[in-house]
């Protein structure tokens, strides 16, 4: 498939669809090309950060995702990423305030939800395994 290398929404659809084929370094690759031609677009961030999470890269996710929420403070689904970046780098409070967020935007998000209660154990107890569901 060849690209309009102009044309933002192309490699943006380009990411998500390597994303849904878990071939993420590619959607990591082509998320970054849409975002350098609309580095405005909060969704793009966000799901770049999605892919960084899903490579397990979660400084560069946490990034993405503080990005995407300088552009839309209000996405639940950012927020529950944050807060997923941040418990994977052990830092349990920012975590616990991010899904505590992202439930007050989305009442609705259970993975926020289970999240949040999961990064509520790891610091009253530093028990249970701390990967995030999103």
Not at 27 to 45: G, N, R, W
Not at 66 to 89: E, K, V
Not at 107 to 132: D, F, I, V, Y
């Amino acid at each position: 498939m060849k690209l309009d290398p102009s044309q933002g929404e192309e490699h943006a659809a380009l990411g998500l669809s390597y994303h849904a084929l878990a071939e993420y370094e590619l959607a990591v690759t082509a998320l970054e090309k849409a975002i350098a031609i609309a580095p405005m677009a909060a969704h793009l961030h966000s799901w770049l950060g999605d892919a960084y999470l899903a490579r397990s890269l979660n400084r560069d996710a946490e990034k993405a995702c503080r990005a995407a929420l300088a552009l839309d403070p209000n996405c639940a689904t950012t927020l529950n990423n944050l807060g997923c970046s941040l418990l994977r780098q052990h830092k349990q409070r920012p975590a616990a305030l991010a899904f505590k967020a992202a439930m007050l935007v989305d009442p609705s998000l259970q993975c926020a939800q289970q999240n949040a209660h999961r990064s509520l154990r790891e610091m009253l107890g530093g028990w249970g395994h701390s990967a995030c569901s999103g």
